[in-house]
């Protein structure tokens, strides 16, 4: 593979130095590819393929047509980042969900962070994702999002950078080590030389995580995950967690609340005793008699057993307040009240609609920024500035002055890069973010290194697997700085 | 365990079962059809009839050849006992149960079912049918053996246990149902040659050839055929052992005794048959019974341990 054809543009690239030399953590990975032949690297790249054909490893994309479970689409060359780098970015992450598992326990408790005037009152009174049934609970530590999926996109200045926080039910973990287990089948040569850290003790924290908020203080606590079913986006990687973690994988009709106020699960022996859910599916569905009374994937009663502290539900119900693109903005402020200290993931600027002097500035500047609404994900219903059409700009203008609380802007980032197969042997910068996942429960843990997405359109900027991003590997390596 | 995993379990290994038995019965047909004389009326739609599948078949399909009864068998979606849909069924089952099946049954049932679909041609038409077929029946005794050498034995194994032997002795009264069901067709004049024929085929179709020479030390011979398929209690195809396994397994789950009542009641009559005028009318309806008598088995199973619809 020759990669003096490879052209960085004036993007930070993941891989390689503006001169077109090997970055430190990347350099035995492009000379050991750089000695493959075009056919070798081409049959590597039809193996991986091949490979997540037969592990089975899909999504599921919802169109007009119906469902469709499209094979994931995976880069073969991984993206790499040195294991120094990585220290500092991880203890920013668990910096930032301690902070904000602080901020949701605090707005369900006191509000002491508004009666101090640090966050405006109208960010929960309006906010979707504040749930009134859970003022005054609380969760085992004080903590509600258990989970979280953090994206971080790195500018041209090569720092990380926070794009948001998912502390509702982010996925696509299942995704790192999938990615992790097809290039070791791919390229196993290069995890005997390299110091490349391994990613797969995930799923022992997640157990370990949830076990800790079981309210029996019992040997084996039962834990579940509850998935909205076979045709939910996700339901792939419900169930590689639940087998990873051996416990049982439930829909809302196997799981019922007695008289008792506690969950039971429907087993061939008859009803078994449930101390802590995984759940999968948005607050709104967890339990009809509480939340949307249509909702036939929740379990009537679940809310009444989680308020009695029966059971552990992850990610608590309404730890999704913090999980909105205008909280986002206060993160900074958020860390710096309850933890005393300079946050050390910088976020990305961010200009809130609802104020009148920065509205202003986002509406003459559509043309430049990123606009997004506060409270979707999947990178649905967003203006992307630069690649929109006037038209496009003007209906983002009327929906704006609409419902001004609702959007946020931000200055149109300069991704960084990473040299992606595009076709045969042509290897193009590619832009990617990078999702780690954070757990807290009794301990706090980071991923090593996360999911890393891929936009595979030419100078696209969605790295969405619902809009046609796909993903690579990511390697933390040990490069021996001190 | 989870009552709905223990029924994914249960049909995961019903349709493997079904797929294995589909790709062995019209493997075994192509041969027998080569070895018959050509004024026999024994023809491929026998395969529709003994899968009691006949109206299905006739809404699909006017001509009753070759062709359309293997396309029907095989690749048919609008037969849910195809060989295709079974292996689909396999596989979303096993989708749905990835949590207590070992990792490697996901990738094995995904290769056995990309290469059953994308190669249906080849089991379409004859020249290669053979490999093709061989090569879906090896898939399942693959998927089979992992299941058995990795699985845990525990409640799970024992639906599936129970699925598959269910399965397999509903199998074995229908290709029992085949051979009586041809020879009654050649109108009674069928000669020794031809019903040794027959009962042969119906040995190799349940892969019985063997073990019957070996048990019977005798030739083949239709009232031997089918004492033996019925009642032999070491081969595992036998309706006996079947039911003789589902009763094991039955008795290492909770709450067993309605079930075990149920296949208790079911017995094969001894020696039910002495003469080759033994296997006519009645004792197609016998085989009739016996199927039926499975179906209030299945009935019970889903009472007793599956989730209420």
Request: proline share 10%.
């Given at each position: 593979m020759d990669w003096k054809r490879y052209e960085p543009q004036d993007f930070f690239d993941e891989l390689v130095t503006p001169a077109g030399n090997p970055r430190l953590p990347a350099k035995r990975l492009i000379s050991y590819l750089g000695s493959l032949s075009e056919d070798e690297v081409e049959s590597r790249r039809q193996m991986a393929e091949a490979t997540i054909q037969e592990m089975g490893v899909s999504f599921t994309v919802y169109t007009e047509e119906g469902n469709i479970d499209r094979a994931w689409p995976f880069d073969i060359i991984p993206r790499t980042i040195s294991a120094k780098q990585w220290a500092k970015t991880a203890a920013g992450l668990k910096q930032r969900l301690k902070a904000l598992n602080l901020f949701i326990d605090d707005l369900y408790h006191d509000q002491k962070i508004i009666k101090d005037g640090i966050v405006p009152e109208h960010l929960v009174t309006n906010?979707?994702?504040?749930?009134?049934?859970?003022?005054?609970v609380s969760p085992p530590f004080g903590v509600w999002a258990h989970i979280c999926g953090t994206d971080l996109v790195r500018d041209s200045d090569g720092e990380f950078y926070v794009l948001e926080d998912n502390l509702r039910v982010p996925s696509g973990v299942s995704y790192m080590l999938e990615n992790r287990a097809i290039t070791k089948r791919v390229l196993p040569e290069l995890f005997e030389n390299d110091r490349i850290l391994p990613v797969d003790d995930y799923c022992s924290n997640l157990f370990d995580t949830l076990v800790s908020l079981s309210p029996r203080k019992v040997k084996k606590p039962v834990v579940v995950v509850l998935t909205p079913g076979i045709f939910n986006s996700a339901y792939f990687e419900h169930a590689f967690l639940a087998q990873q973690m051996g416990v049982e994988l439930v829909e809302g009709s196997d799981l019922v609340v007695n008289d008792d106020d506690c969950v039971y699960m429907r087993t061939i022996s008859g009803l078994e005793r449930v101390d802590v859910i995984y759940r999968r599916i948005d607050d709104l569905f967890l339990d009809p008699e509480v939340f949307r009374k249509d909702s036939v994937l929740g379990v009537p009663g679940l809310m009444r057993a989680w308020q009695k502290g029966n059971v552990g539900l992850a990610n608590a119900p309404g730890a999704g307040v913090a999980d909105d693109k205008v909280v986002y903005a206060y993160v900074p402020d958020i860390i710096r009240y309850y933890l005393n200290e300079e946050p050390i993931i910088p976020n990305v600027k961010t200009f809130l609609c609802e104020d009148p002097e920065q509205r202003e500035y986002v509406l003459e500047n559509l043309d430049k920024l990123v606009v997004k609404p506060a409270n979707e994900s999947g990178g649905y219903g967003m203006l992307v500035g630069p690649h929109s059409t006037k038209k496009d700009q003007a209906a983002f203008a009327k929906l704006i002055k609409e419902n001004p609380r609702n959007y946020i802007a931000q200055p149109t980032l300069a991704l960084s890069t990473a040299p992606t197969m595009v076709e045969k042997n042509a290897l193009e910068p590619r832009h990617l973010d990078l999702r780690p996942f954070i757990l807290q429960g009794e301990d706090i843990y980071v991923t090593t290194g996360g999911l890393t997405r891929v936009a595979m359109r030419k100078g696209s900027l969605v790295v969405n697997s619902s809009q046609g991003g796909g993903s690579k590997d990511t390697w933390i390596v040990e490069t021996g700085e001190a | 365990m989870l009552s709905k995993v223990a029924e994914r379990l249960y049909w995961t290994a019903r349709y493997i079962e079904r797929v294995e038995n589909t790709a062995r019965l019209v493997s075994v047909y192509d041969k027998l059809l080569f070895d018959l004389p050509k004024d026999i009326n024994i023809g491929w739609y026998n395969l529709v009839v003994l899968n009691s599948a006949t109206e299905l078949f006739e809404d699909r399909y006017k001509v009753q050849d070759e062709r359309n009864v293997v396309k029907f068998m095989l690749a048919d979606d609008t037969n849910p006992s195809s060989m295709l849909t079974a292996l689909k069924m396999v596989r979303e089952n096993i989708r749905t149960s990835r949590d207590v099946v070992p990792a490697e049954t996901w990738e094995l049932i995904n290769e056995v079912y990309l290469y059953a679909k994308n190669n249906i041609q080849l089991g379409i038409n004859r020249s290669r049918r053979h490999d093709y077929l061989s090569e879906v029946i090896k898939g399942c005794q693959m998927l089979s053996g992992l299941l058995y050498g990795t699985m845990s034995h525990d409640a799970g194994w024992q639906f599936m246990k129970l699925g598959r032997d269910l399965e397999r002795a509903d199998m074995t009264t229908r290709i029992l149902d085949a051979g009586a069901f041809g020879l009654l067709q050649a109108n009674g004049d069928a000669s020794v040659n031809l019903r040794q024929i027959v009962w042969g085929n119906v040995l190799r179709s349940a892969s019985a050839y063997m073990s019957y020479r070996r048990t019977l030390k005798g030739a083949v011979y239709g009232p031997d055929v089918a004492n033996f398929m019925l009642e032999d209690p070491h081969f595992p195809r036998a309706f006996q052992f079947c039911l003789m396994q589902m009763d094991v397994a039955a008795a290492k789950l909770p709450k067993n005794d309605a079930v075990r009542k149920v296949i208790k009641a079911i017995k094969p009559e001894p020696r039910l048959a002495e003469e080759d005028t033994d296997l006519g009318q009645p004792f197609r309806d016998y085989l009739n019974d016996l199927q039926v008598q499975l179906g209030e088995l299945h009935e019970a199973i889903a009472a007793t341990w599956f989730p209420v619809p």
């Open positions: 906010s979707k994702n504040f749930r009134p049934e859970c003022v005054g | -």
